[in-house]
């Protein structure tokens, strides 16, 4: 098992182990949290990344949206009561019609060009994790860190017991720059693929916050004043 596996188990189960264990054989030494996911985001080969895959690749992108689009016109004449939704009844009326095979088309193109830009995107992840073990090491190495445990496993953490600044920091030095264009027949490997979920629902919830802080901000700009 790796460095990056192990540092994605439970850590919840490193802590009942160490309460477990007698005062005398407990760990003696600092013990520190790090947020995988956030030390990745945080490393300038990832924003890097990031910003040429969506230069890179904005053709793929943009024709993923037209069809997106054209889905979404085709399943409204799938709505044959009007309740802009499409149930299961209404897909087996069109079973066997020519815009299901154009909707199974459609679909498949779609899933086609999310499957490049995101094996891009995991391409990009996975060269930065290869060195993740290094630079957590020489970080612990450095601070004396004896234990690390996710951050979300622990009820309560000083400030200073959180080394993922740290860890990127590393990172930085380790891997300043990483490819976006996967070799031929790439097959990313699962730690990376798992992490890449991660980040992506972390930067969707970072956006969603975003995006309700602008409709608040414009909400109270437009609000009469004196109320």
């Known amino acids: 098992m790796s460095i990056f596996t192990k540092l994605l188990a439970p850590a919840g189960l490193a802590l009942c182990a160490l309460a477990a264990l007698p005062a005398e054989a407990q760990v003696q030494g600092n013990i520190a949290t790090v947020d995988v996911s956030r030390t990745v985001i945080g490393t300038t080969a990832f924003q890097t990344a990031y910003e040429q895959i969506n230069t890179t690749y904005a053709q793929q992108n943009e024709l993923r949206r037209t069809k997106a689009q ?15 939704q499409v149930d299961d009844a209404e897909l087996k009326a069109k079973q066997n019609s020519p815009d299901m095979t154009k909707l199974q088309t459609l679909e498949q193109e779609i899933q086609g060009l999310t499957n490049q830009i995101d094996a891009a995107r995991v391409y990009a992840i996975e060269q930065i ?42 990172l930085n030095a380790k891997v300043p720059s990483v490819g976006i264009v996967p070799p031929a027949n790439y097959q990313p490997n699962r730690e990376a693929v798992q992490l890449f979920q991660e980040i992506q629902q972390r930067l969707l919830t970072a956006q969603m916050i975003q995006q309700r802080q602008q409709q608040q901000q414009q909400q109270q700009q437009q609000a009469p004043a004196g109320r």
């Open 129 to 170: 994790i290869q060195q993740y073990g290094a630079a957590l090491q020489e970080v612990t190495t450095q601070k004396q860190v004896k234990l690390v445990i996710e951050p979300g496993s622990l009820l309560f953490a000083v400030p200073e017991a959180d080394i993922t600044d740290a860890v990127t920091t590393s």
């Open 70 to 84: 054209e889905r979404q016109t085709l399943l409204a004449t799938f709505d044959t009561n009007g309740d802009k």
